[in-house]
């Protein structure tokens, strides 16, 4: 059987791995747990049943084997249609079973099998016929992996089971060199606090090849441990489609085995002897929620901060200094040259063309605005003239880190970072605008706008530039295509999306500040500002 790296869908990274085995239906061993432990560690799941068994945690009453040529019909319907990167092979059950499914392997040719040999379930029950073993020999001789524990392994050796663990390894080589393939021999069934297993490679790989490697585990103290044989098989043959690698392969499925056994308590499943926890890490429960209700739930403490920034107060009361206020417009204005780049740079990334669209339109009217910001409010009222003046420590910190994530985050990632500056200041918008409603009804005299006894607001004008529909249409887009790329993001990147929008949502508070900020440090002693050279 070839053993050669295979190649799943190079797209989705999920490969399509096939169960052949029989059927648990307390769902805690053969294809229900195969099923379950191939989704858990990120595969697509198939499965033909080899067996029905009636079977509880307790035991196996009873075992069904439907026909075999219904057996190859099921094989053959899978193999027609659908590209398969691996095989897990489970209860076999019978010796025409294990004929059947050899026969269809050398017609199928699947590029990896991994041959979970089982002979006797945890209870006790017999799933192998005596004369159905010499079969289960010959197929194996087709797997590119065999995962006897230490009774089965005793069985296919012929010799009495292994007391120690040198004597399995011992046993697991004389496997290996028998078949012709690499035997992993596990230590589930010994005594000691550890539990480890074993990957012993085939002859022909032995020569210049790998050497055995020993994968250690501590012993989960728990009764729970039925199906850990039909789970770890299939975990295996997941990883090994993922990565290429069997030391790695053997040793990601065995970290994510643990961690089901560290869980399995947590389930109540029947008296016996009960299944494993196979979703103890997941699925990431944020794959049901908003990006947009996570996030800004994230940041309700910064918003209210925000919100009743002294800059702000001052802005609606009209008292906001002169200096200030160019300050902040200034900074706004270099500010979005660099969000402007960012925003192109969301654009190449977009994964369709409405979103590539959006960016680019943003992308110009972040510019737009910039010059009018000049045109407008930055030449004459002010005094500062375009391109005048630096990039102050919070604009600056803000333009870094979008940068950051423009060049090493993912689509994602950036999408959730530049976030903030459309649905903050949105956000801004409507409460500077609802309170100044509120101060002109308790005030009709007074301002924004009117000519009261202190005279015409002087940032009416400014403050009306928040109604703007426009921005707000912009911000409802931005936030659903972040909700989008939530969804389809790996639970790794949803992590980096909330940090990077809570980076963005920080700055973004800190460049309302940062106008006060900057008046306080220049009214500080000589000495004691930035720079200052003490003698
Ligand atoms: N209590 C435990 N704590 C940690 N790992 C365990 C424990 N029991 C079994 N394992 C691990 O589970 C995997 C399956 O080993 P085991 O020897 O139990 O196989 P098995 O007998 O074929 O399984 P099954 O119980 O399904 O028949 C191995 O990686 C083994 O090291
Ligand atoms: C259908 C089926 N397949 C495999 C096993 C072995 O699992 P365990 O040894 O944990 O009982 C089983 N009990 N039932």
Not at 227 to 243: D, E, K, M, N
């Amino acid at each position: 059987m070839d053993t050669a790296r295979t190649a799943c869908d190079p797209i989705s990274g999920i490969p399509n791995i096939l169960s052949i085995a029989g059927s648990d239906p307390s769902g805690g061993a053969g294809i229900q747990a195969d099923i379950k432990s191939i989704s858990a560690t990120g595969g697509y799941a198939m499965a033909v049943v080899t067996a029905l068994t009636a079977q509880n945690t307790r035991g196996v009453t009873a075992v069904h084997t439907p026909p075999t040529d219904f057996l190859r019909q099921q094989l053959d319907a899978i193999a027609e249609d659908v590209r398969i990167d691996a095989v897990k092979i489970g209860m076999l059950g019978s010796a025409a079973v294990a004929r059947c499914v050899g026969a269809w392997l050398d017609h199928a040719r699947p590029p990896v099998v991994v041959l979970d040999p089982v002979m006797v379930a945890t209870s006790g029950a017999r799933l192998l016929d005596d004369d159905a073993v010499r079969a289960v020999v010959d197929l194996a001789r087709r797997a590119s992996l065999v995962t006897p524990n230490i009774a089965e392994l005793a069985v296919l050796v012929g010799a009495d089971p292994a007391a120690s663990w040198s004597a399995a390894l011992e046993q697991g080589r004389v496997l290996a060199v028998r078949l012709g393939t690499r035997v992993l021999v596990k230590g589930g069934h010994l005594p000691g606090e550890r539990c480890p297993d074993a990957l012993i490679p085939a002859p022909q790989d032995a020569t210049g090849g790998p050497d055995t490697v020993v994968l250690d585990g501590c012993r989960v103290p728990t009764e729970n441990t039925h199906g850990t044989g039909c789970s770890l098989s299939s975990a295996i043959a997941t990883r090994f489609a993922v990565t290429g690698d069997w030391p790695t392969a053997v040793r990601e499925a065995k970290s994510w085995l643990e961690g089901a056994l560290q869980g399995a308590d947590l389930l109540d499943v029947g008296a016996g002897s009960g299944p494993v926890h196979h979703f103890h890490a997941g699925p990431d429960p944020r794959a049901h929620q908003r990006f947009t209700e996570l996030a800004w739930r994230d940041i309700g403490e910064l918003r209210r901060n925000l919100l009743e920034l002294p800059f702000l107060t001052a802005l609606m009361e009209g008292d906001l200094p002169a200096t200030d206020f160019a300050y902040y417009l200034q900074q706004d204005a270099l500010y979005l040259r660099d969000y402007s780049a960012v925003l192109a740079r969301a654009a190449a990334m977009a994964p369709a063309e409405d979103e590539q669209l959006f960016w680019l339109s943003a992308a110009t009217s972040c510019l737009q605005t910039e010059a009018e910001l000049h045109r407008t409010w930055l030449s004459g009222k002010t005094g500062i003239r375009a391109g005048e003046g630096d990039a102050g420590p919070v604009t600056r910190a803000y333009c870094d880190h979008l940068r950051a994530v423009a060049g090493r985050g993912s689509y994602a990632e950036l999408v959730a970072a530049v976030l903030p500056c459309f649905w903050l200041y949105a956000a801004v918008g409507d409460h500077v605008q609802e309170r100044v409603q509120e101060r002109v009804q308790e005030r009709p005299q007074g301002r924004p706008g009117g000519h009261g006894p202190s005279g015409p607001h002087p940032y009416a004008a400014w403050i009306a530039t928040y109604a703007d529909p426009g921005f707000a249409e912009a911000t409802a887009r931005a936030k659903q295509i972040a909700d989008g790329a939530h969804r389809r993001a790996s639970p790794v990147e949803r992590t980096a999306m909330l940090a990077a929008f809570r980076w963005s949502a920080a700055y973004e508070r800190d460049f309302f500040d940062a106008p006060r900020a900057r008046a306080a440090a220049r009214r500080a002693p000589a000495d004691l500002r930035e720079g200052a050279v003490l003698a």
